[in-house]
């Protein structure tokens, strides 16, 4: 069963509606960042809203600073936005940045992707899909090969993380 915010709480939500709205307008994609909470072991996270408008799942990375991430987001985007489709399984590179991506089905959206959900109206039970951009560690191994040095907790596999 679902509360009622009170009206202090309505009236934030209300701002992040209208400031969400205002940045997929202008930008075509707007970040939502999530600070983890390295002392429990918590990692953050950020996602994008703007992408499902364009029949696309949006994008998720885990364990990025804040310019790294939306850095990531905004390329992957860029290129969704000029006709890519971004698929399970693709590899990613990029300028500037050392690290591969490979790209991951995130199986509980719904977990996770609360602002992207409340911007398209969705329930959580059926969320906007979410692909998670998996990178390599300075080695370029990633998180299924022997060696990888990133903890698991810094960058869960899909499905295991949750806001």
Known sequence: MATTP?????AWLD???????????KHGTFIQYVYGEPRRQRTSFAYTVGLFGLSHPELLITGADTE?????????????RKGHNVLPGELLTFDGWPHR?????????????????????????????LLQLTYDDRWGRFPWDDGYDIPAWVQPRPGELSA
């Open 6 to 10: 009170d009206s202090a709480t309505q």
């Open 15 to 25: 701002q992040e509606d209208r400031h969400t709205a205002l940045m997929v307008r």
């Open 68 to 80: 790294t991430a939306g850095n990531v987001l905004n390329d992957v985007s860029a290129l969704i």
């Open 101 to 129: 991506v490979v790209v991951e089905i995130v199986p509980n959206p719904g977990e996770i992707a609360f602002a992207a959900n409340r911007f398209y109206e969705r329930p959580n039970e059926f969320s906007v899909p």
